[in-house]
């Protein structure tokens, strides 16, 4: 686990302590993808639970509390995450082997890990609630990412945070707040972390040993997290098969492309879609590419040729299908359907 914050996180790391006074039952983080949340908030779980908390609110690392956290085995926390990232680590973290539910126990379904919180999960925590601490602290769960929460694990959830119990606290991030239900989000204290700004994260990944940092960080939105995890992959394939058929758009090309990129991450497809259109929106408006300056000449004569009444059209398009990427009924029709009605904006 964690044991620091990242260095864009030391303001925010300063306002959290003030909330120590008067703890909240809920915190819900929110801020966008990659950007270190998950190992921010196990940094604060882990200072919840320490027994020697220093002066600036981290844990001291050294006390009988510390040594269960960083052996993963605290009886007074729980981790709830979907099954998908127990076999990946959170952003910026190695070696994530917790439960998700307090059993210590794996499936060992031939099945795909499940991308989604279930209700099973939150039922899990009943009985680690009902029983006293074992060092006469707190209990600290920590769940991310909430907007993987089902319908019925939102309602179980909610249910708990309805009627929290004594002394436990619940860690909640998110990458999407306004995917979240009206009535979760009115019973938690919602903490902001910020993304670095560029020349921050851009130090920071160079301090990383990574090469080509500024290509990286601007395709991944500025998130150095999510751009130090993609370069290391060392496969950029899917992303610039999908770009040249974004930038030369064609419907024989991209019927092609569907067929090719049906296993890729849909959510990354749509981002990666998404952050094209801004870039040809901000060309046609300002002159000024943000995310694939590789692509200027490309970026700059779509620009000039779509009419904006139709690119923004296009951006409300893939705004809806990132609600429905992670559960599409057909991957390849998805992809299809992406490609296609961009090509029906561009024509």
């Known amino acids: 686990m964690a044991t620091s914050i990242y260095p864009w996180q030391a303001a925010a790391w300063q306002q959290l302590q003030l909330l120590r006074e008067r703890m909240p039952h809920a915190i819900l983080f929110h801020g966008t993808a ?15 639970l320490c027994e020697n908390v220093q002066a600036d609110g981290h844990a001291c690392g050294a006390c009988v509390s510390c040594g269960w956290f960083s052996q993963h085995n605290h009886p007074d926390y729980r981790r709830v995450r979907p099954e998908a990232l127990e076999d990946e680590p959170p952003e910026g973290e190695e070696g994530a082997d917790a439960d998700t539910g307090g059993t210590g126990k794996k499936s060992k379904s031939t099945k795909a890990p499940s991308r989604e919180i279930k209700i099973e999960q939150i039922r ?13 602290g707190l209990r600290v769960v920590v769940l991310y990412p909430a907007e993987a929460l089902n319908v019925h694990a939102s309602n179980a959830l909610l249910k708990t945070l309805e009627e929290p119990p004594p002394g436990t606290v619940f860690l909640v991030a998110t990458n999407g707040i306004d995917r979240l239900l009206p009535t979760i989000l009115s019973r938690c204290r919602k903490f902001a972390l910020p993304m670095p700004d560029h020349g921050a994260a ?27 995890a993609q370069a290391e992959t060392g496969n950029r394939d899917d992303m610039e098969a999908f770009l040249q058929v974004l930038a030369r758009p064609n419907v024989d090309n ?45 970026l700059a004569a779509l620009s000039a040729k779509v009419h904006t009444a139709k690119l923004m ?20 029709l998805f992809v299809e359907e992406l490609l296609l009605d961009y090509i029906a904006c561009c024509t």
């Open 34 to 48: 990659g950007s270190g949340k998950s190992d921010f908030i196990e940094c604060f779980a882990q200072s919840l």
């Open 124 to 136: 899990n925590l009943a009985d680690f609630m009902n029983i006293s601490t074992h060092r006469q």
């Open 202 to 228: 851009l130090l920071w990944l160079k301090e990383q040993g990574l090469a080509d940092a500024d290509s990286w960080l601007r395709e991944q939105g500025g998130a150095p997290l999510a751009a130090l």
């Open 254 to 298: 991209a019927l092609k492309a569907a067929e090719k990129l049906m296993k890729a991450p849909l959510a990354s497809l749509v981002s990666w879609q998404q952050r094209w259109l801004y870039d040809v929106l901000s060309y046609k408006l300002s002159g000024k590419i943000r995310y694939y300056p590789r692509y200027q000449s490309e």
């Open 313 to 332: 059209r296009a951006i409300k398009s893939a705004n809806d299908r990132r609600a429905i990427a992670d559960h599409p009924l057909s991957p390849k």
